[in-house]
């Protein structure tokens, strides 16, 4: 299914105002899954959507729930979700905290109270775009195993940076802690396709090939052994400990339990150049470490290396001009969300 950018936006931005969300939260939540489209991320995308109409429909998560400011100064923000969605949220502190940063060499922001905040590459790819080398992270409720461990113990808390790179636009790298994303098992599950051996575990911690068990239990794993579960943690403690969010257990992602706080925390922290040799020097020096890392001896049978994000950069590129390629899934959850709000 071919569809453009501005269309798959205002689908997904009607479908979340007639689950309640108001048209600026609405709208920020829409362009948010749907650049994760556009990026190639599909797991992160609009397959997203029926789930978070789920939660609200259910009362897990408050549609019109408004950003409360904890605390705040010249270089921080502490804000709450106060129970609702994710990405509206993010967005507004991300950009709060951007405007700070154009007068402070480092400034930062967290969220608690708050849910599923999408792909967390968006938000710095934001700082990015405004000249800022920008971390974001997020935790979730405990669906990988730490090492030692034979059971879920800790979330996928996914991670990200970028920063700007002069013509090259930005690096970007996004990832979670696990082998792979669970939206990747949820695509391979829908098309009945089996997955890697190593992905996952069975529920009860046997190796499984079958993508389908993560609706059964299935635990994670964590790339790397144990450097995932150390970066794992890092992200619990920025976002969970240091944010006043949910920890480990007490996280509740895609609540859809009424009158319970999902309590999923993220954080987020801006470095501006312009105090580092000023933003010129930092974007050629960024031009000179790509082209020197991407005009290395190629590996047989490779045709060009890339740097992190360009492979992302491209898909955008494309999908603005030609349209997004939405995999079948993706458009089955959409339509659910269609039924579910008639």
Known sequence: MIISVAELTRICQDLLMRAGVPEKSALRAAETLVSADARGISSHG????????????SGGIIPDAEIKIIDEG??????????????????????????????????????NHSDHYGAAGYYAMKCADAGLIGFSMSNTCPLIAVTGAAAAGIGNNPFAY??????????????????VASGKLIIAAADNKPIPEGW????????????????????????GGHKGYGLA????????????????SGVNSWNTVPGRDADTGHFFLTINPAFFGGLDN???????????????????????????????FISEAKAFADGIDLPDASAAELERAGKMLK
Do not use: H, Q
């Open 46 to 57: 609009v397959i997203r959507l029926a789930r978070y109409i789920d939660c609200m429909k």
């Open 74 to 111: 010249p270089a921080f923000i502490r804000a709450s979700a106060a129970g609702g969605l994710g990405i509206p949220a993010s967005c507004e502190v991300v950009e709060r905290l951007i405007a700070k940063s154009a007068s402070m060499p480092l400034a930062a922001a967290s969220i």
């Open 162 to 179: 970028a920063a700007p790179a002069g013509r090259y636009r930005a690096v970007l790298f996004d990832i979670c802690m696990s082998v």
């Open 200 to 223: 996952i575990l069975d529920k009860d911690g046997r190796p499984t090939t079958d993508p389908k068990e993560i609706y059964n239990g299935a635990i994670m794993l964590p790339f």
């Open 233 to 248: 943690m890092m992200v619990e403690m920025l976002s969970g400990v240091l944010a006043g969010a949910g920890t480990l």
């Open 282 to 312: 930092f974007n050629a020096r960024m031009e000179a470490v790509i082209e020197e890392l991407t005009s290395a001896p190629k590996a047989d049978g490779v045709n060009k290396i890339y740097y992190p994000g360009e492979l992302e």
